[in-house]
Nanobody, 115 residues
Framework: QVQLVESGGGLVQPGGSLRLSCAASAKLFSIYTMGWYRQAPGKQREWVATITSGGSTNYANSVKGRFTISRDNAKNTMYLQMNSLKPEDTAVYYC?????????WGQGTQVTVSS
């Protein structure tokens, strides 16, 4: 069982930045593929970015060039640096850990981009 806790969400103006964190309880955090997802009101949850155990990254086209996913295995923590935020980035952001057939989700953190 892996417990994930997101933090760092909040209200930010368009063009601003936020950094989300996802702290994991896993003893072998480094072996997990980690990802960020988001869900806007009235919409389905969508994938945002992934970072593998080896550090390879992938991004949804909607955030490519603006968001950066990273991980610190020594701290059992994953990050999402979000720059040039847009109102359409408003959503609850969730982190997910995956290994084999097992997926674990955090409880989410709200990001609101508004003037």
């Amino acid at each position: 069982q892996v417990q994930l806790v997101e933090s760092g969400g909040g209200l930010v103006q368009p063009g601003g930045s936020l950094r989300l964190s996802c702290a994991a309880s896993a003893k072998l955090f480094s072996i997990y593929t980690m990802g960020w997802y988001r869900q806007a009101p009235g919409k389905q949850r969508e994938w945002v970015a992934t970072i593998t155990s080896g550090g390879s990254t992938n991004y949804a086209n909607s955030v490519k060039g603006r968001f950066t996913i990273s991980r610190d295995n020594a701290k059992n923590t994953m990050y999402l640096q979000m720059n040039s935020l847009k109102p359409e980035d408003t959503a609850v952001y969730y982190c997910k850990s995956s290994y084999g057939a097992s997926d674990y989700w955090g409880q989410g953190t709200q990001v609101t981009v508004s003037s």
